[in-house]
């Protein structure tokens, strides 16, 4: 067998881990695999300076190994800020198994990822991300203490979906406070991209609001079950980002605000459940902030799962996880005001205060 050999003079070129944009100093890049099971699972530790990394597990069947890698990057990154500027003593990790959740997702392959988990320590701590659900969180906690999110029957917070969703839903409301001197969504044109567990549960209580609401999704099946169970309507152009509204809800995978997005955006707000919105956090920002379109950050109004989560490690009850949540809607509301008041992008001011928690931790030590 003759094997490719890369010279060391060009190995520099490829940049495997280091040199990926969306590396930002990450502290460990855990790469898993199981021959017998079919697991390849990366795990992304960014930063433990607030307590130990805590994120989902994504499985995706992504197209190669490194967009699976810069996914990991992107996310976990996102969690260290998310934990940080909502109050928690928790640092930023994230998991993504490659393949089909649908067609390669198995007890085994769990387990065995649940041991790759058990193996960092407690320096990661696992939850439920697309791809996964509760029950596959009840099945890795046979192998490892390191897991949250199981079921409510267990002792866990349950399914963290709806508190996302109504963290999501602050947040949104919040923002039309802003922008349009009312919270009050009644009549507001409200377009949701992706209805899966999260968005269903954001559809649910923009309805109950009695906003107008349009879904989006790849599953037909899906969208017209949501539609026939809240009454809503499913979109049929072929460019949701040119129609006019008031708020844009971006609910699936991330990068959806880019270059070519937000030349047609026709709408007053952006707020929704995906990660990672921005496809380059500081330009497309910049472009929103010019364009008069607000923009709450992502992983300040998506931080219902967490706290949901959080609640398991710190045993605090329901009535504390909501009241935290529905606190996104005030830390919201002051982003977007202190964005104005220094003449910087939403994001940027919502950065600011995550960075300044995690410096302030770090110089304690």
């Not at 017998?36 to 960014?46: E, P, S, W």
């Not at 407690?122 to 949250?148: C, F, N, Q």
Request: glycine share 10%; hydrophobic share 40%; aromatic share 8%.
């Amino acid at each position: 067998m003759v094997t490719e050999v890369i010279k060391t003079n060009e190995l520099h070129k490829m940049d495997p881990v280091f040199g990926q944009l969306s590396f930002d100093n990450h502290e460990q890049i855990v790469f898993c695999n199981d021959k017998d099971t079919g697991l390849k699972a990366i795990i992304g530790i960014h930063n433990t300076v607030l307590g130990p990394a805590l994120g989902g597990t994504r499985m995706w069947n992504y197209t190669s190994e490194w967009e699976a890698l810069n996914d990991v990057l992107r996310l976990s990154r996102g969690m260290t800020y998310k934990s940080a500027i909502t109050g928690l003593n928790l640092g930023g990790g994230k998991a993504v198994l490659i393949g089909d959740a649908k067609t390669q997702k198995t007890p085994e392959l769990m387990l065995k990822f649940g041991e790759f988990v058990n193996s960092l320590g407690g320096k990661y701590i696992t939850a439920e991300d697309v791809g996964m659900a509760t029950s596959d969180m009840d099945l890795v906690r046979t192998v490892t203490p390191y897991v949250t999110g199981i079921s409510e029957s267990k002792g866990g917070a349950g399914n963290p979906s709806p508190v996302t969703a109504y963290g999501v839903f602050m947040g949104m409301k919040a923002a039309a406070k802003y922008t349009f001197g009312s919270d009050v969504l009644e009549d507001k044109v409200v377009y949701v991209q992706g209805i899966g567990n999260v968005g269903e549960a954001l559809v649910e209580n923009l309805s109950n609001e009695g906003a107008k609401v349009y879904i989006s999704d790849i599953n037909q099946e899906r969208l017209e079950e949501v539609r026939d169970k809240y009454s809503v309507e499913i979109y049929g152009g072929n460019n949701l980002y040119a129609e006019k509204m008031d708020i844009y809800a971006p609910c699936a995978l991330g990068a959806t605000v880019n270059d070519f997005t937000i030349n047609q955006l026709n709408t007053k707000i952006i707020a929704g459940a995906a990660n990672n919105q921005l496809a380059e956090e500081q330009k497309h920002g910049k472009m929103l902030r010019e364009k008069g379109i607000v923009y709450a950050p992502d992983f300040l109004i998506n931080a219902g799962g967490i706290i949901n989560v959080y609640a398991e490690l710190e045993n605090y009850d329901r009535k504390e996880i909501m009241r935290k949540t529905e606190n996104i809607y005030n830390t919201t509301l002051e982003i977007l005001k202190n964005a104005e008041i220094n003449n910087i992008t939403t994001h940027q001011a919502a950065f600011n205060i995550a960075q300044a928690r995690i410096d302030a931790r770090k110089n304690e030590k």
